[in-house]
């Protein structure tokens, strides 16, 4: 079974600091990744996704994530954060061997950034 | 492009009463995913279909709970009897394909409070 973990609950950051938010998965075989986002009162949406090639992926807002297989981990990076990234940031993985489509979500990390 | 519309957005209702969510996802998937959204768990996948087919119900809760897509444009989940302890925020999401590559389209989700 493929699980994800999130080790950040809350994070709370002045503007123009630096993000990093922690992301572990737990899977066996080849895996998908993917951060999304949810900013107040939103649903949810894709920041940036990783299938296979670089491991370090640009998305969208300037957020990248870096997979690093022997550590299974796709960490989260922002250098400046701004206000309106305020939001909730969940983790996802997709099992290849057997998982189908189904997508299993970290608990999220709720960040806030101050003006 | 109207997006994954899910309806009601809110829903109050009392213990014991049957709650019915509604899902109609984006032209063309044929990939759909119901998901509950709670503080404690987080984020979980409850069930999901291809080609309108239930491919995985293994996070559906207990029996109290059902789905079923009719048809590639619209799924409904259900509660009967709903339970206070059901209270949380379910979405809905959309993706292309099976074994797909392409992410998942979430809703706005639907806000049940269970008194």
């Known amino acids: 079974a493929q699980s994800v973990s999130q080790h950040n609950h809350h994070v709370i950051l002045s503007e123009a600091a630096s993000l990093e938010l922690g992301c572990n998965y737990s899977?066996?075989?080849?895996?998908?990744l993917f951060w999304y986002v949810q900013y107040p009162g939103q649903h949810l949406q894709l920041l940036l996704k990783y299938f296979s090639g670089d491991p370090l992926v640009k998305g969208i807002k300037g957020f990248e994530a870096e997979f690093i297989k022997s550590k299974f981990s796709f960490n989260l990076r922002k250098p400046s954060v701004q206000w309106s990234d305020t939001a909730e940031y969940f983790c996802a993985v997709r099992g290849l061997t057997g998982g189908g489509n189904k997508l299993t979500f970290g608990t999220g990390t709720q960040l806030k950034v101050e003006l | 492009d109207a997006g994954v519309i899910q309806s009601p957005r809110h829903e109050v209702t009392e213990m014991g009463q049957e709650v019915t969510l509604r899902c109609k996802p984006i032209s063309g998937h044929n990939s759909l995913f119901w998901y509950r959204q709670t503080m404690m768990r987080g984020l979980e996948l409850l069930i999901y279909f291809n080609n309108n087919v239930p491919i995985d119900d293994s996070g559906m809760p207990e029996d109290r709970f059902s789905a079923k897509m009719p048809n590639a444009s619209f799924s409904t989940l259900k509660i009967q009897p709903s339970e206070p302890r059901d209270s949380a925020v379910y979405f809905c999401?959309?993706?292309?394909?099976?074994?797909?590559?392409?992410?998942?389209?979430f809703g706005p989700g639907t806000r049940l409070t269970v008194l």
């Open positions: 999401a959309s993706s292309f394909g099976q074994e797909s590559f392409n992410e998942q389209f």
């Open positions: 899977y066996g075989g080849t895996v998908n």
